[in-house]
């Protein structure tokens, strides 16, 4: 079988759950050459969520009424601002909620890909409902490993609108964006990408939690990507989305150290599992990073 390189563009440095030394073991067992990461979104590490349940929660958000149930229960995940509570586990007896980081931590981040330049990208993690996020912005943007800028509406709880202003230095200092979504109206979405034709803009996890009610709204801007990371795609919804996008539009990630301790193999076999030819497949697994993630570079 044809041995395809990887670009993850895709994953978290959670050293609490994988340190620098455990990344890099598990980009070798999953032939992955570079990885851009970015920082974590929790205080503490969450909790490895079952398949079952993650499984449930795609079915939802692919049915357009069960879609607004699935966006009442996450509200009843955020009551608390600054807190993620999965208030269902306490009927496990594990009650525990969870410190969301309003300031992510994009100095341990960049001094990882610093210390292994060899393999690591940085993204520059913004939260634009902070007044400091300019100044972070400025603080890493000429940095030798920044590759972009990552957004989390869903985490930091914001509409697409307060991030027009973000979309703005991203297209000054020709960086691309990565966001991933919350539950957002789709006009907003819409709204975004009207004010940010000129931005490259991947969004995560094949465009959850919207995935194919955005994709037509993706295909239509010539800068829009997905990425196919975490527990949020499953090899259906990557035939669909590929079939709805091309491969063309559609970059490889994992989303690791969350979900499977695999992914990383996983999601890579249910692209080399498309029915689409081998250039097209390493264009979902490298080649679209590398066009445009414009830093990263190998030889191969």
């Known amino acids: 079988m044809t041995n395809f390189?990887?670009?993850?563009?895709?994953?978290?440095?959670?050293?609490?759950?994988?340190?620098?030394?455990?990344?890099?073991?598990?980009?070798?067992?999953?032939?992955?050459?570079?990885?851009?990461?970015?920082?974590?979104?929790?205080?503490?590490?969450?909790?490895?969520?079952?398949?079952?349940?993650?499984?449930i929660q795609r079915t939802f958000l692919q049915n357009s009424i069960l879609w607004y149930i699935a966006k009442k229960l996450d509200k009843g995940f955020h009551k608390n601002k600054g807190q993620w509570d999965p208030w269902y586990r306490k009927f496990l007896f594990k009650g525990e909620s969870y410190e969301i980081v309003q300031k992510p931590d994009n100095k341990s981040v960049f001094e990882v890909a610093e210390k292994h330049p060899d393999f690591f990208y940085s993204w520059i993690f913004l939260n634009p409902s902070i007044n400091e996020w300019?100044?972070?912005?400025?603080?890493?943007?000429?940095?030798?490993?920044?590759?972009?800028?990552?957004?989390?509406?869903?985490?930091h709880r914001y509409s697409l609108e307060k991030a027009v202003e973000v979309a703005k230095f991203s297209e000054k200092y020709?960086?691309?964006?990565m966001i991933h979504l919350g539950f957002d109206k789709i006009d907003n979405?819409?709204?975004f990408l009207n004010c940010c034709r000129k931005n490259i803009i991947i969004f995560s996890h094949?465009?959850?939690?919207?995935?194919?009610?955005?994709?037509?709204?993706?295909?239509?801007?010539?800068?829009?990507?997905?990425?196919?990371?975490?527990?949020?795609?499953?090899?259906?919804?990557?035939?669909?989305?590929?079939?709805?996008?091309?491969?063309?539009?559609?970059?490889?990630?994992t989303d690791d150290p969350y979900g499977d301790d695999n992914a990383g193999?996983?999601?890579?076999?249910?692209?080399?599992?498309?029915?689409?030819?081998?250039?097209?497949?390493?264009?979902?697994?490298?080649?679209?990073?590398?066009?445009?993630?414009?830093?990263?570079?190998?030889?191969?």
């Open 206 to 253: 094949a465009g959850f939690p919207f995935y194919k009610w955005i994709w037509p709204l993706i295909k239509k801007h010539k800068n829009c990507y997905v990425d196919f990371s975490s527990h949020h795609v499953s090899k259906k919804i990557i035939e669909d989305c590929v079939d709805a996008l091309g491969p063309d539009r559609c970059l490889y990630g």
């Open 265 to 300: 193999i996983i999601i890579k076999n249910w692209i080399k599992n498309l029915n689409i030819n081998d250039k097209e497949k390493r264009l979902i697994l490298s080649q679209n990073s590398k066009k445009i993630l414009k830093k990263i570079t190998y030889i191969k």
């Open 174 to 177: 020709n960086l691309p964006i």
């Open 134 to 155: 300019k100044k972070e912005f400025l603080t890493w943007q000429s940095h030798s490993k920044s590759i972009g800028i990552k957004l989390h509406p869903f985490w």
């Open 5 to 55: 390189i990887s670009i993850d563009c895709h994953a978290h440095y959670e050293p609490k759950i994988l340190n620098a030394n455990g990344i890099l073991k598990r980009m070798k067992e999953h032939g992955i050459e570079k990885t851009c990461l970015m920082s974590a979104v929790t205080k503490e590490p969450i909790y490895k969520k079952s398949d079952f349940l993650m499984g």
């Open 189 to 191: 979405v819409r709204e």
